[in-house]
């Protein structure tokens, strides 16, 4: 050992003495390169399951059969996969694991084992009613989402040869109800919904706030997605403010997203993708004035009436991330799904639920004003609200006293 680190010594001041003089660099420079190439180094590692998981104790197949073997009779396996692996969390305690209703069985040989904290099992009969119930009781003047987004997910979880991802691109004003549907998804797969440790949440102004650093954020993202799917195929990956993000950098994540079995070993077809924007409202506004102006109610618009139209102004969209992405060019979002502008009463009905799920009894009259004070468009006819449900919990608090 001791001449094996004398040797590798003697090769870096080699190495060093052949160097080229550099000239200084910034102490900042410094430590991002340092960073980038141990996040390189660590991304490779983990872009081989089988080297990644012998390290981790978790997920080999081979694993599984040990803890099978070693369990012995009466005993069941701990969510399937034996000892935790080391690094995450140990579950709480009194808490039951995912598999604690029987004992797990070894299944078919796979190169990952399921991941934890997953809302088992993820059946039609399981997932449906958690999330359409809850859209049902808390998203109002959404038909298209509500039928669109439940039949998307429970389809894509169900679906055990999926050739991609599922991306789902949702759109509309501030406060129509996009990060609430994404909190309930996330909700509606993982215990412990948005806290999991495998969803993960990009906001374009916080984390990719910098024009002149979109090289180093597309490394950043794509060693993120890697090791995070590296570590669990079913991560769910959330990217809000995406018509305030720089363009081009989206298309960095690109290759996960595509039709590909294997990427460096790696599979991403369970993996699912929600982007959240602004863009696009305009058009959708467009449609429902006329549906409106035309006699029609918001319940008689399709999908089909409006999601061409929302891709496409999307993709010419210059101040969107989305401009001129291969993600849309290549057909690679499943769903481009509306959230319609909210009328005045469903904006009464964001003040009632609130006020309910506080445990106070509504006073029609203060449900009524707090609708009042909230500004609609367009100018003459007035009819949505230009924020939607957004300030409603700041104007509960004015007039309750909480």
Same mark, same amino acid.
């Given at each position: ?42 991304t490779g590692f983990i872009s081989y399951p089988r080297l990644y998981c012998y390290f981790r104790e978790c997920c080999l197949h081979r694993h599984d059969q040990r803890a099978a073997a070693g369990a012995g009779p009466g005993r069941a ?74 039949? %998307?997910?429970?389809? $894509? *979880?169900? &679906?055990?040869? +999926?050739? =991609?991802?599922?991306?789902?691109? #949702?759109?509309? !004003? ?96 369970? %993996?699912?993708?929600? $982007? *959240?924007? &602004?863009?696009? +409202?305009? =058009?959708?506004?467009?449609?429902? #004035?006329?549906? !409106? ?110």
């Amino acid at each position: 050992m001791k001449l094996r680190r004398g040797a590798l010594r003697a090769a870096l001041a080699l190495l060093l003495l052949l160097l080229p003089p550099a000239d200084a660099v910034e102490p900042i420079s410094l430590g991002l390169a340092i960073a980038g190439a141990a996040a390189s180094a660590l991304t490779g590692f983990i872009s081989y399951p089988r080297l990644y998981c012998y390290f981790r104790e978790c997920c080999l197949h081979r694993h599984d059969q040990r803890a099978a073997a070693g369990a012995g009779p009466g005993r069941a396996l701990r969510g399937g996969g034996g000892r935790a692996p080391r690094g995450q969390r140990r579950r709480e305690p009194g808490r039951a694991s995912p598999g604690a209703a029987a004992p797990a069985r070894p299944g078919p040989a796979r190169p990952f084992a399921p991941c934890p904290a997953l809302r088992p099992p993820l059946t039609v009969w399981s997932l449906h009613p958690a999330l359409q119930d809850t859209l049902d009781k808390r998203l109002f003047g959404q038909h298209l989402v509500s039928k669109v987004v439940v039949k %998307a997910v429970r389809g $894509f *979880l169900n &679906n055990t040869n +999926a050739k =991609k991802p599922l991306a789902l691109s #949702l759109h509309g !004003w501030t406060g129509t109800g996009k990060n609430f549907v994404s909190k309930i998804v996330a909700e509606s797969i993982y215990k412990k919904g948005l806290q999991s440790k495998y969803v993960h949440q990009f906001v374009a102004t916080l984390h990719f706030p910098h024009a002149h650093s979109i090289n180093l954020y597309k490394d950043q993202l794509q060693s993120w997605i890697r090791g995070n799917v590296s570590i669990c195929p079913r991560s769910l990956f959330i990217f809000d403010e995406m018509d305030k993000m720089h363009a081009g950098l989206i298309d960095s994540i690109k290759p996960f997203l595509d039709y590909y079995e294997l990427l460096d070993g790696v599979s991403y077809r369970q %993996a699912i993708f929600i $982007f *959240l924007s &602004n863009a696009g +409202a305009e =058009k959708i506004t467009e449609v429902a #004035l006329d549906f !409106w102006r035309n006699g029609r109610t918001r319940e008689d618009i399709q999908l089909t009436d409006i999601q061409n139209a929302l891709s496409v102004s999307v993709f010419n969209n210059k101040n969107s991330g989305f401009w001129h992405s291969t993600l849309i060019d290549k057909n690679l979002i499943d769903y481009f799904i509306p959230f319609l502008p909210l009328e005045y009463k469903h904006v009464k009905m964001c003040v009632r639920v609130e006020i309910e799920s506080r445990g106070y009894a509504v006073d029609e009259d203060i449900l009524t004003r707090i609708a009042d004070e909230m500004t609609y468009f367009p100018r003459e006819e007035r009819i949505y609200s230009d924020k939607g449900c957004k300030t409603v919990d700041a104007k509960l608090d004015y007039y309750y006293d909480f």
